[in-house]
């Protein structure tokens, strides 16, 4: 379950107004990138896993010593059980072992062989453009490429922009080869479902887009049976496993995952769920991998690429996000890919932003979405094998987006006063 905001005010307007024009700067000098020309691209599928709201404090750091002998809510059951188990499982003495012990796969292949933004212990910053920071204007940024004033609630309305998905989808060589899968059922939503033209599977929708098989048939009537928990959200492996069946049969290029748990386990206060799930996602994105691996419509021609939707608060703010807390609109992303140099977790680089996530799945494959949405932030040139230094700037920002995150800075402005 999602919560649009919550009913607080920060107290230190200076800091707020600080921290936008900070964003601002780091913005026009980190927004980088071109696509790569299509002869020399190797990259022919991209695949997005979400993990909505995972902060990066655990990304990088791991179990918060601060949380991590927090019980859970007692309606949970066998609360000391439950914090002791996620000690065992996931505490150790550094930050290094605590972060590999809860996601292995992400530290032992992806920041191995491709490249991590985020951590910002060491200069490394990732973060959302729009004010809001929560997960409808998350999403919709990730995918548009901008933030826009009219998509501000996490109701299950239509988008009324056209994410990069849809624009690859009307293209003759992406038709019919994208599809979106998601817990969440407000997928159906932010990629406007109704008008999109590819498969947007969320919740606990049966998926009937491909022929019946024993997998699908039981995933099919889990979805139907399971306990809805969450009114409009799923467990994460009824859309996971959907999403590696539809993979096997029709063979999309273009995929989007929506993974929801880390943000529901961290709004119910529950601290070793939420490790649990983070951890789970990790499991998930290696047998992702391993599965692209085996196709050979996938080997050696997919970029995965991971990263949440928003951030959250720390201490005992870190159950919640909204415009007015501290480090909500912090995040992290992660790329593994044969077009993305393996520089690995990422110290002193620029900035990054959500909105250049759709741009960059578009260079990836070859396409100049810029071109064709001259609002959207432009692709990441590190991630792209570009030939220059990393961190490079290859062009400034366009007016355009100057003015998007001018305007968010005094909104939020305003707001503090």
């Not at 996490?154 to 990069?164: L, W």
């Not at 009307?170 to 994208?178: C, W």
């Not at 979106?180 to 998926?207: H, K, S």
Request: hydrophobic share 40%; with cysteine; net charge neutral.
């Amino acid at each position: 379950m999602r919560f649009n905001a919550i009913d607080t005010r920060h107290s230190s307007t200076k800091a707020l107004i600080s921290a936008g024009l900070l964003i601002l700067a780091a913005s026009v000098a980190g927004r980088t990138g071109q696509a790569q020309p299509a002869a020399a691209r190797k990259t022919e599928n991209v695949i997005v896993v979400m993990m909505d709201g995972l902060r990066w404090e655990e990304v990088f750091r791991g179990a918060d010593p601060k949380l991590i002998n927090k019980h859970d809510p007692k309606f949970l059951g066998a609360t000391s059980q439950r914090t002791s188990r996620a000690r065992e499982l996931y505490w150790r003495d550094t930050p290094e072992q605590r972060r590999q012990a809860l996601m292995p796969f992400l530290w032992s292949v992806m920041a191995s062989q491709g490249q991590v933004f985020g951590n910002r212990d060491l200069g490394s910053d990732s973060h959302v453009i729009n004010h809001h920071k929560f997960s409808y204007p998350g999403y919709s940024e990730t995918m548009t490429g901008f933030a826009d004033a009219r998509v501000h609630s996490n109701a299950n309305i239509p988008n009324p922009n056209q994410t990069v998905l849809e624009w690859l989808n009307k293209k003759p060589e992406y038709a019919g080869k994208v599809a979106a899968f998601g817990a969440w059922e407000v997928f159906q939503g932010i990629f406007n479902q109704q008008r999109c033209g590819f498969v947007v599977n969320t919740g606990y929708e049966p998926l009937k887009d491909v022929p019946d098989s024993p997998q699908l048939a039981l995933l099919n009537s889990l979805k139907e049976k399971t306990p809805h928990i969450w009114p409009d959200e799923s467990f994460d492996p009824l859309p996971f496993y959907t999403a590696m069946e539809y993979m096997k049969v029709k063979k999309p290029r273009v995929m989007f995952i929506g993974l929801g748990e880390t943000d529901d386990w961290a709004h119910m206060g529950a601290y070793p769920e939420y490790l649990n799930a983070a951890n789970r996602d990790d499991a998930y994105l290696r047998e992702l991998w391993a599965q692209v691996q085996s196709m050979p419509e996938y080997r050696d021609r997919t970029t995965l690429i991971v990263l949440p939707d928003h951030g959250r608060g720390s201490g005992p703010l870190w159950t919640v996000h909204a415009w007015v807390i501290p480090g909500a609109g912090q995040t992290w992303m992660a790329f593994l890919g044969p077009d993305t140099h393996p520089l690995g977790e990422r110290e002193m680089a620029a900035p990054v932003t959500e909105s250049q996530i759709a741009a960059t799945i578009a260079a990836l494959l070859g396409e100049d979405y810029g071109q064709a949405v001259p609002r959207a932030s432009a692709p990441i040139a590190d991630v792209l094998g570009s030939n220059r230094e990393p961190g490079q700037a290859e062009r400034k920002l366009n007016t355009s987006e100057i003015a998007i995150e001018t305007h968010e800075i005094r909104s939020v402005a305003s707001r503090a006063y």
